[in-house]
């Protein structure tokens, strides 16, 4: 990827390839993936793109797919994310079309990579290194407006005729030819990379390698058990692999995962289905007493127990990752955690964005960091059949669909 492509999508000399004129400081009408209520087949809408704010950039979307956060919202699992009409996405790359007042850190054509949890440098939060969280730009999931004006940049005439707003998520929205995202949220990476596989920078990745070398700092020679193989969990035994754990057990009711784990590292494997007693039970077999760390990666509280017990007794930590439906509550006696055992829950493999993800890129080109991209790329389609994407991951048959804008 070069200037090339910032050129076929008609950014960087202030044209776009919808229209040919000059798009700086207008709106920008493209289509876009509109929900229109919880469970409901996206819709191909002609929606309407506002100019970036104050602090905002607006991007050109070359390429998204779809996460199981994704697919928990559209359902609507969560009341409080029912907020329609929206457009979902959150893991995407693009070229920035233009940029808002104040924004200096972007420039038409940078290649950029959205993040769902942004990094505004500023606030005590961002100047701190024990949180990756910021004071501003943190991730929201009921959040659906835009921080500066609490407005939505996009608007849809609606099944009546009347033109209206479409709510945003997770600070991204990029089932959408065109985005605008908080220039927190937008993270410049180097224009050699290639945009295809960086955009799983943007959740999947970052979230499982991170929470493996960030937030767990799993160790060399140490023991590991995933629960649940998707693409996080995936993420999660390919960075334990990168960091030498000698171990690493992956635990999942799909056989067919099993296949895509060896890829990544995971050198056993658990149906817990078919086990035959608990699955804690099998691991402490397996272990002599316990891994030391485990990776909760389904949002599903019996498991999030499982691998909270999994774990060896006075130094085990488990990594909640799994995104977990409201109210219920987290599964354990405080007096459990009496036994050593730790858990922690982890955002974005607890990655500073704009400040570390540059970096991370640039050891990917240069062959320092040696990470499958490939191998979390089950599908490609386009953007046209993003339905039948859904379809495919609801059904446990693809990790990450490529789709191309």
């Given at each position: 990827m070069d200037g090339t492509l910032a050129a076929a999508a008609g950014?960087?000399?202030?044209?776009?390839?919808?229209?040919?004129?000059?798009?700086?400081?207008?709106?920008?009408?493209?289509?876009?993936?509109?929900?229109?209520?919880?469970?409901?087949?996206?819709?191909?809408?002609?929606?309407?793109?506002?100019?970036?704010?104050?602090?905002?950039?607006?991007?050109?979307?070359?390429?998204?797919?779809?996460?199981?956060?994704?697919?928990s919202a559209w359902k609507g699992e969560n009341e409080l994310h029912c907020k329609f009409p929206r457009i979902f996405g959150h893991e995407a790359a693009g070229v920035v079309e233009s940029v808002g007042e104040g924004v200096e850190d972007l420039v038409p054509g940078d290649h950029v990579v959205p993040i769902f949890t942004g990094e505004c440098r500023e606030c005590v939060y961002c100047e701190s290194d024990k949180t990756n969280l910021c004071g501003t730009y943190r991730v929201n999931p009921f959040k659906s407006t835009m921080v500066s004006d609490n407005g939505t940049r996009f608007s849809v005439v609606d099944r009546s005729g009347v033109r209206q707003p479409v709510y945003h998520f997770l600070n991204t929205s990029t089932f959408t030819e065109y985005t605008v995202l908080d220039a927190a949220c937008a993270v410049k990476i180097n224009p050699k990379a290639p945009l295809e596989r960086m955009y799983l920078f943007s959740c999947g990745i970052s979230t499982g390698v991170g929470a493996?070398?960030?937030?767990?700092?799993?160790?060399?020679?140490s023991t590991v058990a995933v629960f649940g193989l998707g693409a996080v969990g995936l993420a999660v035994a390919?960075?334990?692999?990168?960091?030498?754990a000698a171990q690493i057990i992956g635990v999942d009711i799909n056989p067919e995962k099993f296949i895509k784990g060896k890829e990544m590292g995971v050198t056993d494997f658990i149906n817990s289905k078919a086990?035959?007693?608990?699955?804690?039970?099998?691991?402490?077999?397996?272990?002599?007493?316990?891994?030391?760390?485990?990776?909760?990666?389904t949002g599903i509280n019996d498991v999030l127990r499982e691998a909270f017990v999994s774990t060896h007794d006075g130094w085990g930590l488990t990594v909640v990752l799994g995104i977990h439906a409201t109210p219920k509550m987290?599964?354990?006696?405080?007096?459990?955690?009496?036994?050593?055992?730790?858990?922690?829950?982890c955002v974005f493999g607890n990655f500073k964005g704009k400040s570390q993800l540059p970096d991370l890129v640039d050891k990917c080109i240069n062959?320092?960091?040696?990470?499958?991209?490939?191998?979390?790329?089950?599908?490609?389609?386009?953007?046209?059949?993003?339905?039948?994407?859904?379809?495919?991951?609801e059904e446990g048959k693809s990790l990450r669909c490529l789709l191309n804008l």
């Open positions: 950014i960087g000399t202030g044209t776009s390839s919808n229209g040919g004129a000059s798009t700086r400081g207008k709106p920008i009408k493209c289509k876009a993936a509109v929900a229109w209520g919880p469970g409901e087949p996206l819709a191909m809408e002609e929606v309407e793109v506002a100019p970036p704010g104050r602090l905002e950039v607006r991007v050109k979307v070359l390429f998204t797919s779809i996460c199981h956060t994704d697919l493996a070398w960030n937030t767990a700092n799993v160790s060399e020679g390919e960075g334990a692999r990168l960091r030498g086990c035959g007693k608990p699955v804690h039970e099998v691991i402490r077999e397996m272990t002599d007493g316990g891994v030391d760390y485990s990776f909760e990666c987290m599964p354990l006696h405080p007096m459990e955690l009496f036994d050593g055992r730790r858990i922690t829950g062959e320092e960091v040696n990470i499958n991209f490939d191998g979390f790329i089950t599908h490609k389609m386009p953007f046209s059949d993003i339905n039948k994407a859904f379809q495919l991951l």
